[in-house]
């Protein structure tokens, strides 16, 4: 199997793009590639310019934020088929909120997001389909990050206990 075919059947498997319409698959094809990184080789740093959304096909990728007091932690970790980098295709965000590392070997498709977010703003109705999609990602991340939150909350580590 070629890249191209490789490639093509990455993206088909892909949730967010699925029945989605020929024309717009193809254009999406266009402005995607296959990329294949190490265990503990970065995707992308927190601050870094929101440039390209990532899919996992094989593998994981922890989502990472700088925590004062505990460093670089830990607040998602990505499996097949979950989207890296959402925030790249949202109209506002233009610097990561977080950073990416592969936690094992892993095979991700790598989407430029200002092409396609220029693809949804010139055509409405793969706009609707893709930010909608985006949204569930956005709420799923949400929830997480609250429950996680709480689970810090109520069992804070030493230096988080204050001593009044």
Not at 35 to 53: I, M, Y
Not at 58 to 67: D, K, L, P, S, T
Not at 105 to 117: F, N
Not at 122 to 149: F, K, P, W
């Amino acid at each position: 199997m070629d890249e191209n075919e490789k490639r093509i059947n990455a993206l088909q498997t892909v949730p967010l793009f699925q029945q989605i319409s020929e024309e717009h698959f193809e254009k999406i094809l266009e402005i995607t590639s296959l990329v294949e990184v190490e265990a503990k080789q970065e995707l992308f740093r927190e601050g870094d310019p929101e440039d390209f959304l990532y899919v996992v096909i094989q593998g994981r990728v922890a989502i990472e934020m700088f925590v004062p007091s505990r460093g670089r932690t830990r607040i998602h970790t990505a499996e097949p088929m979950d989207e890296v980098g959402w925030s790249s295709v949202t109209p506002v965000v233009r610097r990561r909120t977080a950073g990416a590392r592969a936690v094992l070997p892993s095979c991700l498709l790598k989407i430029d997001a200002i092409k396609l977010r220029q693809f949804c703003d010139e055509d409405c109705s793969l706009g609707y389909i893709i930010m909608r999609r985006m949204c569930n990602v956005i709420a799923s991340r949400l929830l997480t990050t609250r429950l996680q939150l709480l689970d810090v909350f109520a069992h804070p580590g030493k230096e988080d206990v204050s001593n009044d």
